[in-house]
């Protein structure tokens, strides 16, 4: 009995009974939250943390992008930008179509002023071209005293602009009066906004400085040759330029005084007095070319020859232009001597000439049949070949 009743001594009483369970029950709560939390809950966080990282990933990644194709597009306007001011600026360099006409319209003006005539201004066939620019080349041929073809000359504005271009510019003297020839090369573009007027490019631009010093180097050679039909010429190509160069004027008038001694030796009394005039109109007070025409006229004039008088009647047509009188003159001189290379290479030069006068003049027709002409007289002659072309090509 007392081991009975020591039992139920020992068990726990109704109230810790109770107790018990109740914190038994809040135990199993209290895990369950952190069973829950720890498999349901914490996992979906994590996810939603590394989804949340990724997402925000992305979107650095896309304003990456977005910051860099900005930056691209704002540099690629920035080049377009800079391309165009470049095209811009470079286009400038050109003459508009309107410009280049009133240009070749500007030269009657300036000749009428000069009281000099414009007898032939004629096109020329040209190797270059661009799809961004035209090049256009004339030769203009004028006749009149030399104190107004230099004037002609210093009277063209359009000189100072860079984009049109004076060049063979050389005075033949003659008995029916002085001429004048230059080639002429304007440069115009469909870019140029017509501002090449505001460009003011003085003489001594780069390209004017090299031509002037080719020319006095050309000077010098023929005087130092004693040339002095290359020096005259040379010379008066030079002052046309530049008028106010002494020393070329002294050489000049010198060479002009020795080429007309030449022409007097050679019984060509006219062409020596012509010389010996422009040597005065360079040197009014010049006593050598003075006495030199009195010399002359003082000098019986000889009898020229057919062939002499070919010769003269050729270099007068030659000085006006007149291709068709130069082409049959010159068959009657290798007529009458033939195999002659001088006039077998005048001949050449004068169907050559006629041709592109003739494609000036719209008749393509006849000017092919000078080219072919030309060429059977040198087969290699590529100022032939080339008028060729251009009739192929207009055609």
Known sequence: MSGGGNWRESLPSKNRVFTLLAFSVMFAAVFGDVMLIAFSILPQWRLWEDLASEVAALERQVQAAGDSQSSAADLLR?????????????????LSDAQATAALDNLYEYAAQSHVEIVGVAGQAVAESSPVYDVRSYRVVLEGELSDLVEFVSRIDEAKYSSFVITNLIIVESVSGDGLTMDITLYTSPYSSGAAAQVDVS????????????????????????NWEEAAQTGMQLLAIDSSNSEAVAQTYYALV????????????????????LALDLRPDGIEAASAIELAL????????????????????WAVHDWEQC?????????????????????????????YALIAAGNLTGAKNQFTLALEIKPDGGEAALGLQSLASDL
């Open 203 to 226: 003489p001594s631009t780069d390209y004017q400085a090299d031509y002037l010093e080719e020319l006095n180097q050309k000077l010098a050679v023929a005087w130092a040759t004693e």
């Open 258 to 277: 020795n080429y007309g001694a030449e022409l007097l030796r050679q019984g060509n009394t006219a062409g020596a007095v012509d010389q010996f005039k």
């Open 78 to 94: 920035d080049q377009i930008a800079g391309a165009q001011a470049e095209l811009n600026e470079a286009a400038e360099v050109f």
């Open 298 to 317: 003082a000098t019986p004039v000889p009898t020229l020859s057919v062939q002499q008088q070919l010769a003269r009647d050729l270099d007068i047509a």
């Open 327 to 355: 082409v049959s003159l010159t068959e009657q001189i290798l007529a009458l001597d033939p195999g002659n290379a001088q006039y077998t290479d005048k001949l050449y030069s004068a169907h050559v000439n006629y041709g």
